[in-house]
């Protein structure tokens, strides 16, 4: 995992880490890794990763990836989606906007 780069989504250290259960389409292997690193980093305090705490912060969301993954596979559909976009949606859209979620519709920013 050495080769992902700091997540651009987080300046400093995030508040919170957005539910990925219900996601349409379904969350992704990235959208995945980046909460994973997101919990990693909240967990061990780390505002950021030096090349001492890279090692063990790779390891441990690569373990919370995977468990992660095996999770939304086995829990059953969500009835309502989530409340906000993961923060790699929010940034990287499909057709070219900036999305922001509220109260389950999506709201246009150019």
Do not use: F
């Amino acid at each position: 995992m050495s080769d992902l780069p700091e997540p651009t989504y987080c300046w400093g250290m995030c508040r919170n880490i957005t539910a990925l259960r219900g996601l349409e389409p379904a969350a992704t292997a990235e959208e995945i890794e980046a909460a994973a690193l997101q919990y990693v980093r909240k967990v061990g305090g780390l505002s950021s990763i030096s090349a001492t705490t890279r090692p063990a912060v790779d390891a441990a969301v690569a373990e919370i990836a995977a468990i992660t993954t095996r999770l939304l596979e086995d829990l059953p559909e969500r009835k309502v989606p989530p409340k906000n976009l993961p923060p790699l949606r929010r940034l990287h859209s499909h057709d070219g906007h900036v999305h922001t979620h509220e109260h389950g519709e999506h709201t246009h920013v150019h």
